[in-house]
């Protein structure tokens, strides 16, 4: 049987590796955890040393990324939770590279964006290769594998549209609010529109759903995003957040996040990621 999932990891003389983890393991904390070494990288392939190494600290597992594509309104029910008509393209937005995080890293929030800070718990899509005009039908023949990620957001920046002029970006884009992990499971034989997860904010479950209530598809998302456009490898695509959300909560303002928070996102056969919110004076 062949690699099915890869983290990345320092072990204790902080050699940084990439290694398989055991089924077994995938859903508790992975620091600590035995994997399984592997030779190669996420691009040109893996193969197994048959060496096993303890995880240090488990790190991203792309050390790099080209940009976060970001898909919007994409789950039925929470569209219907914040009453808006769902468009006829999916709604796109991004976020630059150094969003990017680990599983485990703590997120350092501006003071300017702890007034409204809020989680979306997503699965998100790592494209294998530069690939342009991609057909539904061949889309997921470019899909390196499926993580977790959490599209930490500062309504403050985003709501109302006087503020952002019904632009995402600039209050989903800064440092850190993309984390993503804790293992990649590799595309081959995974359905991506049959997967369960949940968010929690300090062990309570704020979102559960399951794929299936996607509104576009993976296939057509990539399809949308590669229209006319080179999607390259390593881009991480957020596909959309379920209902549950921080901004929902009552009474109002209550679901927002605060200093010290926990929030864990964890993802069917994928693990969870827990991260801690941060606040700077």
């Not at 409204?116 to 699965?123: A, I, P, V």
């Not at 057909?135 to 594998?145: H, I, M, T």
């Not at 595309?187 to 704020?206: F, W």
Request: aromatic share 8%.
């Amino acid at each position: 049987m062949g690699v099915t999932n890869f983290v990345r990891f320092e072990d204790d003389q902080r050699n940084v590796l990439y290694g398989e983890a055991h089924a077994s393991a995938v859903g508790g904390n992975l620091e600590g955890a035995l994997v399984t070494v592997l030779s190669g990288d996420p691009f040109s392939g893996f193969l197994s040393t048959g060496e096993k190494s303890r995880i240090k600290k488990l790190l991203c597992p792309l050390k790099s990324t080209p940009i976060i594509m970001c898909i919007g309104l994409n789950y039925a029910r929470h569209a219907r939770e914040a009453n808006l008509a769902v468009p006829s393209n999916p709604v796109v937005f991004t976020k630059p590279a150094d969003a990017m995080a680990g599983p485990y890293d703590d997120i350092p929030i501006h003071p300017d964006t702890q007034s409204q800070l809020d989680y979306e718990g997503e699965m998100c899509v790592i494209i294998s290769q530069d690939a342009k005009n991609i057909s539904e039908s061949d889309a997921l023949s470019y899909v390196l594998g499926y993580t977790v990620g959490n599209d930490v957001s500062a309504r403050n920046y985003q709501l109302p549209a006087s503020v952002s002029g019904n632009q995402f970006s600039y209050a989903k884009s800064f440092d850190s609010f993309a984390p993503i992990g804790p293992t990649v499971l590799l595309a081959a034989g995974v359905d991506p529109q049959a997967l369960k997860y949940t968010t929690k904010v300090n062990g309570e479950i704020r979102q559960e759903t399951g794929t299936d209530d996607m509104i576009w598809s993976v296939k057509q998302i990539i399809a949308h995003l590669s229209r006319g456009t080179t999607l390259r490898r390593g881009t991480v695509i957020m596909t959309g957040t379920p209902s549950g959300v921080g901004l929902f909560v009552e009474p109002k303002g209550a679901g927002f996040l605060k200093h010290g928070d926990v929030v864990e996102i964890e993802l069917e056969g994928i693990g969870a990621i827990r991260n801690r919110m941060v606040f700077e004076k």
